[in-house]
Antibody
């Protein structure tokens, strides 16, 4: 069964750092672009960023640019999100998602269950 | 950034009804649009991609249409398990954005 499992969410103080992990199973992780998407409590979905198959191509949202680093370890079938200088508005459930391409269009065809990050003093 | 306007924000319907949710984009995105369903406390699930292609395993009562700037998700013969939130998402350019969501309620 294809699966993504996130971990690392926690309560952290404003200005703090956190590293989220996502472990993939059931598919060839190294052949897929991957993404992080977050959802603040009771709110909609917000794209955080993408990373390509070898980790050398990345994009991120302006709201997190300069504060987050997306990386991956294909040998460990794992995706990471390093978050620094955390703010209250970063409080959200963070989802790991697999990207599927159709010609030039792409979408998220597999999602993890999410991990909760709470930024509060 | 491309703005996504999804409507309505909430919708009341009954089992057996047919409902339509609309997503309008601030500029043309060809057919680079996907639809997701999210149930409370769960991760989103892909329903439709490339505006009208049904994801494997999704019931055929779900359908998508549109191109350019106007898109619709139609759910025919609503089932109890369809009462959930629905989101559209474009992939035309970075940053990708989602619609604000439609909550489908009984």
């Amino acid at each position: 069964e294809e699966q993504l499992v996130e971990s690392g969410g926690d309560l952290v103080q404003p200005g703090g750092s956190l590293r989220l992990s996502c472990t993939a199973s059931g598919f060839t992780f190294s052949t897929y672009w991957m993404s992080w998407v977050r959802q603040a409590p009771g709110k909609g979905l917000e794209w955080v960023g993408n990373i390509n198959q070898d980790g050398n191509g990345k994009n991120s949202a302006d709201s997190v640019k300069g504060r987050v680093t997306i990386s991956r370890d294909n040998a460990k079938d794992s995706l990471y999100l390093q978050m620094n200088s955390l703010r209250a508005e970063d409080t959200a459930v963070y989802y790991c998602a697999r990207i599927a391409w159709l010609q030039l269009s792409w979408h998220f065809d597999l999602w993890g269950r999410g991990t909760l990050v709470t930024v509060s003093s | 950034d491309i703005q996504m306007t999804q409507s309505p924000s909430s919708l009341s319907a009954s089992v057996g009804d047919t409902v339509t949710i609309t997503c309008r984009t601030s500029q043309t995105i060809n057919n680079y649009l996907a639809w997701y369903q999210q149930k409370p406390g769960k991760a989103p699930e892909l329903l439709i991609y490339a505006a009208s292609s049904l994801q494997i395993g999704v019931p055929s009562r779900f359908s998508g249409s549109g191109s350019g700037t106007d898109f619709t998700l139609t759910i025919s013969s609503l089932q109890p398990e369809d009462f959930a939130a629905y989101f559209c998402q474009h992939s035309y350019s970075i940053p990708i954005t989602f619609g604000q969501g439609t909550r489908l309620e009984i």
